[in-house]
């Protein structure tokens, strides 16, 4: 930045960051601060940049997009999880305190194994559409025409980029590793909304059915507040929750 820039109001930014590195058994958790003059219209990701750029080559983060789709840069921005790429520094104070999102393995400093977290949650509640037409590759009887309304309903559900926020944000993540939380049970919500996938109440049952899915929730609604895509995930549990109750019932 030159010096008018700076002389004409920037704030100098004070960043604390968590560093870690696991794979270097020398390596301690620690903060460690960065000071940078803030620029007009800018994101974390491009501040981390800057630093990575400038500063420290091995401060370690992800991106890829930087448009907010591909849910790689999810982090803890002041103790809320959020994506640097839609974060304006000017929306935030002068010291910005990041670190890793909970819940999943980390990789180094702001870097967290998402993938491998969601590929687990993805086989284990088994999210593809179950129809005996895919496994014959049937593709005419696959695309049989849809009611706009309930296209629009799954694509509402289907808007989720695994970012990983709401597990950060999610209490009973934090207490139960196994809880498989907003974002596969917002899985097990769209895929009851297919017409094409043909299982019944009793096989969604049997996924989540028990308190690592809709019963270990603890509606804090967390998830659905730091979602970024906005996404009606604790209204999507109660719904479940209710005809996982309904199907108890009815089983007596």
Same mark, same amino acid.
């Given at each position: 930045?030159?010096? *008018?820039?700076?002389? *004409?109001?920037?704030?100098? #930014? ?15 958790? @620690? %903060?460690? +601060?960065?000071? #940078? ?12 940049? %800057? ?14 997009? &930087? ?17 640097? =790429? ?7 104070? @002068? ?14 400093? !702001?870097? +967290? ?11 284990? #509640? %088994? ?6 037409? !895919? ?27 695994? =970012? ?15 809880? +498989?939380? *907003? ?9 009851? #909304? ?25 509606? !804090? ?9 906005? !996404? ?8 479940? &929750? @209710? ?7 009815? &089983?007596?």
């Amino acid at each position: 930045m030159t010096e *008018a820039a700076k002389n *004409a109001g920037a704030r100098e #930014l004070e960043f604390a960051i968590l560093r870690h590195n696991p794979a270097d058994p020398d390596s301690v958790p @620690r %903060e460690q +601060v960065f000071t #940078l003059h803030e620029a007009a219209g800018m994101t974390l990701f491009i501040a981390l940049n %800057e630093l990575r750029q400038h500063q420290d080559a091995s401060l370690q983060f992800d991106f890829v997009c &930087r448009a907010g789709i591909c849910g790689s840069c999810g982090m803890l921005i002041n103790g809320r999880p959020g994506l640097a =790429c839609r974060t304006l520094t000017a929306d935030l104070p @002068r010291r910005i305190q990041l670190a890793p999102l909970p819940g999943f393995e980390l990789i180094g400093d !702001l870097s +967290v194994n998402t993938g491998k977290w969601m590929r687990g949650m993805s086989e284990r #509640l %088994e999210t593809w559409v179950h129809d005996q037409a !895919l496994e014959q590759l049937d593709i005419d009887a696959l695309e049989q025409p849809m009611e706009p309304e309930q296209a629009e309903a799954i694509y509402e559900l289907e808007r989720c980029i695994e =970012c990983g926020c709401c597990v950060g944000a999610c209490g009973s993540a934090m207490m139960h590793e196994d809880f +498989v939380g *907003a974002v596969g049970l917002n899985q097990i919500a769209r895929f009851r #909304l297919d017409p094409r996938d043909k299982r019944e109440d009793a096989d969604y049952y049997a996924l989540v059915g028990d308190e690592s899915g809709v019963f270990g929730c603890m509606t !804090l609604l967390g998830c659905e507040d730091v979602c970024p895509k906005d !996404l009606p995930l604790a209204t999507q549990i109660a719904f479940l &929750r @209710r005809r996982m109750t309904a199907a108890v019932i009815a &089983r007596g």
